[in-house]
């Protein structure tokens, strides 16, 4: 069982930079592929980004590809993401989540989440 913690969250302005990390616990951190999500008030969540388990491959939602990077250091069982040129509809609670084998822009298919953190981006 992995037990993910968010933070890194916060309010910023507008063309601001956060990085947010996702710390694990349990199980061993590099079997497992990690996804970013992203879910806003009044709106279902959405995917953000991935990262395979040797941190080689990732994929990005085309709203974040060139501004977000995902990153992932295993030694500390911690995966990063860097938000780069905020936008007020970046506003969101920033989950991550981990599953085994490949990993999916589809949240249903990971089986383990944080509790999320809150980025607010004013304008």
């Known amino acids: 069982q992995v037990q993910l913690v968010e933070s890194g969250g916060g309010l910023v302005q507008a063309g601001d930079s956060l990085r947010l990390s996702c710390a694990a616990s349990?199980?061993?951190?590099?079997?497992?592929?990690v996804g970013w999500f992203r879910q806003a008030p009044g709106k279902e969540r959405e995917f953000v980004g991935t990262v395979t388990w040797s941190g080689v491959y990732k994929d990005y939602a085309d709203s974040v590809k060139g501004r977000f990077t995902i990153s992932r250091d295993n030694a500390r069982s911690t995966v990063f993401l860097q938000m780069n040129s905020l936008k007020p509809e970046d506003t969101a609670v920033y989950y991550c989540a981990a599953k085994r084998g490949l990993t999916s822009q589809s949240g249903h298919e990971y089986h383990y989440w944080g509790q999320g953190t809150q980025v607010t981006v004013s304008s």
């Open positions: 349990g199980g061993t951190f590099s079997d497992y592929g």
